[in-house]
């Protein structure tokens, strides 16, 4: 459409067809590319994802432009304007366009929060049914850094559809800028970009997370939110952990940073490293060992190293089911309260908890019905008092349990048990006081 046109289109009519796609290449010099309904290749989207890459730009972020110049390829096909003719008037329309369509509608689950909706715990809001302020931002920023390399390479188009901030020209904002002073902003947001979003910080009560942590079925699951919270990692740079990049005698944990793709040391809890300790003796021999291979994995088989979307199930199951109290099984004539100390479910039907009642141990199994009692051992042939403090199941049918028991002479020593499915074994152990 020609830049002196006072006609308008109507967006809200318009029919964009989804048509072409990105895809992976598993070529190194071009991780993805763009290709049209034919299936053939964009020579100018080609040529400047090349030009990210050797600018150290990583795979996920061509991923990103190449989805984004896709839409806009969509948009300019539907008003049949070629790339290199598109003028002010088509990234008006592209800016309208993106923020009155709906998205494409996806499969969601039945109890998925409603579109838009706001979670009550942590005030974090579900995805709309319409593009988010950022997601445009974004798309514009990447059409308009798409032309700027035309327009420095080639020469054309002689303008860029999507005008620059007032104010912020080339060697005007910052150019002298002082050390000892924020950076100036332009004064005015550039055409056609939606405004910036401030949302409110989000956090969650101390009483929710004890609910979420007390929630989690596994020591994986454990060891992963104790990182979480106290390395402030994202979720995608903790997934990617080799395992020889965790050092707890230094009590930290190596990342490779999203953006920069730097490798950063971040310290963390000791509580984090004690829950990943016992994941990691629950999956001996299981999973490959070794400095480069991963060290997070699936618990179910066949055995796979874990990804995003596995890992973000692990809230969705432990949010999505209700407390309810269960009647537990304690010995007869108990005459002090029982309680329970520490208990391990190598599965979602398959529990195993130790404690103690009247100062003597206290077993538990859990069939994913109901509890019953499986009495442990103790310190055979002595007057002893006994209590299990830990415990980890690696499999339904081996669990070890540690705590301590004293006699009388009240000197303290180290117990180690171990359940076969069937009873307890007592184990040898250093003994201390």
């Known amino acids: 459409m020609p830049e002196h046109s006072t006609t308008v289109r109507n967006v809200a009519a318009l029919a964009v067809a989804r048509v072409g796609r990105v895809e992976a290449t598993g070529d190194p010099l071009l991780p993805f590319r763009l290709v049209d309904e034919q299936g053939a290749g964009i020579p100018a989207v080609t040529e400047f994802l090349h030009h990210m890459l050797a600018d150290d730009a990583s795979p996920a ?9 896709l839409a806009w390829f969509r948009f300019l096909g539907a008003v049949m304007v070629p790339w290199d003719l598109a003028g002010r008037v088509e990234a008006r329309d592209f800016a309208l366009w993106l923020k009155t369509v709906k998205k494409p509608a996806r499969q969601r689950r039945p109890d998925a929060p ?6 009550p715990v942590t005030g974090k809001a579900a995805p709309g049914d319409n593009y988010a302020a950022r997601t445009r931002r974004h798309a514009r920023a990447v059409i308009r850094s798409f032309y700027e390399y035309h327009r420095e390479m080639h020469g054309r188009p002689l303008v860029n559809p999507f005008p620059q901030a007032k104010g912020a020209e080339e060697g005007q904002l910052n150019a002298h800028h002082n050390p000892m002073q924020p950076f100036r902003r332009p004064s005015r947001r550039a055409a056609y970009q939606p405004k910036e979003p401030r949302p409110a910080p989000r956090s969650i009560p ?13 020591n994986r699951d454990r060891a992963l939110i104790a990182f979480y919270i106290s390395t402030g990692a994202r979720a995608s740079e903790l997934l990617g952990v080799a395992q020889g990049l965790v050092a707890p005698e230094e009590q930290t944990i190596g990342v ?10 971040l310290p963390a809890s000791a509580d984090a490293f004690v829950w990943l300790r016992l994941y990691q003796q629950e999956m001996h021999g299981l999973v490959p060992r070794g400095p480069g291979e991963p060290l997070w994995w699936t618990l179910r088989r066949p055995l796979a190293p874990l990804t995003y979307d596995a890992a973000r199930m692990t809230f969705t199951r432990v949010n999505g089911r209700r407390w309810r109290i269960l009647k537990l099984p304690t010995p007869a004539g108990t005459r002090a309260a029982a309680g329970l100390h520490s208990v391990s479910c190598p599965r979602s039907s398959v529990c195993i908890a130790i404690g103690a009642a009247d100062e003597e141990q206290l077993g538990e199994e859990w069939n994913g019905t109901a509890w019953r009692m499986i009495g442990a051992q103790g310190e055979p042939g002595r007057d002893v008092h006994s209590n299990l403090l830990g415990i980890s199941c690696w499999q339904a049918r081996r669990c070890m349990a540690v705590g301590s028991y004293f006699g009388v002479s009240e000197v303290v020593h180290v117990l180690a048990e171990e359940w076969n499915g069937r009873i307890w074994r007592l184990l040898p152990a250093g003994r201390g006081s």
């Open 206 to 218: 101390d009483q929710a997370f004890n609910d979420l942590f007390a929630g989690l079925a596994c």
């Open 256 to 265: 490779v940073r999203k953006g920069s793709r730097a490798l950063q040391h």
């Open 61 to 69: 972020s061509l991923r990103s432009y190449a989805y984004e110049l």
């Open 114 to 119: 409603a579109p838009g909706s706001v979670n």
